[in-house]
């Protein structure tokens, strides 16, 4: 079992719709990134977060440290918007970064 | 800034050959990573580099690679002899590391072919 789980591995949906991606992780962590990677593209942090919610215009991140989950949420999607999410735990004993599988997620006009 | 730098963008090379990969993280970040990434295997930690000196390479797939920070501002990883199974993108990563906390920035990534 991979110790940090992403769900959905794919994702489609409609412009304007609200989206969540979610991440469980296994091991003990300081930190979880939400990364985004467009197609062909290089990989962006979206967010860091330790405990409870950060907001970055249309995204959301929230984590829940006890139930070791997190999720990425997107509120009025936008083709844009279409490209890997990829969750990252960064583990509290050796400060390794574990990476998720990514989502995919495609966006329609 | 002008964020984590990565040469070359692309490279197209044959079986034996030495690649070498290099990277200049962001001014004043003190921990650099580099990374893998393939379809079948995703994202993958190769060895990361606290202060200019190597704190895991268990990422690291066989003797033939290799990774060197001389300095606090350059960074090479190194593939002798090269087989098409390293065919990947290569990613490097830079932070400052303070107390277990720092954001992440990549770089563009390197895109290596093995033929």
């Known amino acids: 079992k991979n110790e940090v789980e992403q769900s959905p591995q794919n994702l489609t949906a409609q412009e304007g719709e609200f989206i969540t991606i979610n991440c469980s992780y296994s091991?003990?962590?300081?930190?979880l990134h939400w990364l985004q990677q467009h197609p062909g593209g290089g990989i962006v942090s979206l967010f860091m977060?330790?405990?409870g919610k950060k907001k970055h215009g249309r995204l959301i991140a929230t984590i829940n440290i006890q139930e070791k989950h997190s999720s990425l949420h997107i509120t009025a999607s936008h083709p844009r918007d279409s490209a890997v999410y990829i969750c990252a735990a960064q583990s509290n004993r050796d400060d390794k970064i574990i990476f998720g599988k990514g989502t995919r997620l495609h966006i329609l006009p | 800034d002008a964020g984590v730098i990565q040469s070359p963008r692309h490279e197209v090379t044959e079986m034996g050959q030495e690649v070498t990969l290099r990277c200049k993280p962001i001014s004043g970040h003190n921990s650099l990573f580099w990374y893998r990434q393939t379809m079948m295997r995703g994202l993958e930690l190769l060895i990361y580099f606290n202060n200019n000196v190597p704190i895991d390479d268990s990422g690291m797939p066989e003797d033939r690679f290799s990774a060197k920070m001389p300095n606090a501002s350059f960074s090479t990883l190194k593939i002798q002899p090269s087989e098409p199974r390293d065919s990947a993108v290569y990613f490097c990563?830079?932070?400052?590391?303070?107390?277990?906390?720092?954001?992440?920035?990549f770089g563009e990534g390197s895109r290596l072919t093995v033929l």
């Open positions: 990563a830079s932070r400052i590391y303070l107390a277990n906390t720092g954001e992440l920035f």
């Open positions: 091991v003990g962590i300081s930190a």
């Open positions: 977060l330790s405990s």
